[in-house]
């Protein structure tokens, strides 16, 4: 059975930190791009952060949305056939259920994305 399985989601004071993890089950992820996307109250689900699959001499790349730059980092840990999030200086906008999917390529357009997880519910608040 295929399936991705978020978790590490939390509450969390502003300015902390949390790592989420996307697992893989059925399939191996390292074939495929994942992205990260969220989703808080009210508004439309967002991509946040991708990366790419590594083809062939080509390295894998990662992307990010703006208003993350510089504190969230996406990476693979392909032995444990998961993805993670690291997200730091959390601030209560990133307040959100994220998601991660799985693809053949990274994009930030959901119809990319052949495989999703449940979500995982990250709260930023003092």
């Known amino acids: 059975q295929v399936q991705l399985v978020e978790s590490g989601g939390g509450l969390v004071q502003p300015g902390g930190s949390l790592r989420l993890s996307c697992a893989a089950s059925?399939?191996?992820?390292?074939?495929?791009?994942i992205g990260w996307f969220r989703q808080a109250p009210g508004k439309e689900r967002e991509g946040v952060s991708c990366?790419?699959?590594?083809?062939?001499?080509?390295?894998?790349?990662?992307y990010y949305l703006d208003s993350v730059k510089g504190r969230f980092t996406i990476s693979r840990d392909n032995a444990k056939n998961t993805v993670y999030l690291q997200m730091n200086s959390l601030k209560p906008d990133d307040t959100a259920v994220y998601y991660c999917?799985?693809?053949?390529?990274?994009?930030?357009?959901?119809?990319?994305?052949?495989?999703w997880g449940q979500g995982t519910q990250v709260t930023v608040s003092s």
């Open positions: 999917a799985a693809g053949p390529r990274g994009s930030w357009n959901e119809p990319d994305y052949d495989y």
């Open positions: 059925g399939f191996t992820l390292d074939k495929y791009a």
């Open positions: 990366i790419s699959r590594k083809m062939g001499d080509w390295d894998e790349s990662t």
